[in-house]
Nanobody
Framework: QVQVVESGGGLVQAGGSLRLSCAAS????????MGWYRQAPGKQRELVAR???????VYAGSVKGRFTISRDNAKTTAYLQMNSLKPEDTAVYYC?????????WGQGTQVTVSS
């Protein structure tokens, strides 16, 4: 089994920054991708950014140029640096880790951006 733990959420004013971390532990053999998703109240969960073990990244159009995803392969950890935050970025952010054994989700971390 794989355990995924997110951290780094919180309350920030518009224009501010936050850095989220996602650490995977347990049977982490065959790490494929790690991604951040978010879900705002009344909305579907959406992809924010994803990174492969080789470093290839994908971003949602709404965050491109503001958010940066990175990873530390040795620590099986990914980070999401969020700059120039907007109120519409408010959501619960979830980390998804894909391994050969399957997909594993964290419990989510709340990000609230005040105007």
């Amino acid at each position: 089994q794989v355990q995924v733990v997110e951290s780094g959420g919180g309350l920030v004013q518009a224009g501010g920054s936050l850095r989220l971390s996602c650490a995977a532990s347990g049977s982490t053999f065959g790490w494929i991708t790690m991604g951040w998703y978010r879900q705002a109240p009344g909305k579907q969960r959406e992809l924010v950014a994803r990174i492969t073990i080789g470093g290839t990244t994908v971003y949602a159009g709404s965050v491109k140029g503001r958010f940066t995803i990175s990873r530390d392969n040795a620590k099986t950890t990914a980070y999401l640096q969020m700059n120039s935050l907007k109120p519409e970025d408010t959501a619960v952010y979830y980390c998804n880790s894909r391994f050969q054994a399957g997909d594993f989700w964290g419990q989510g971390t709340q990000v609230t951006v005040s105007s």
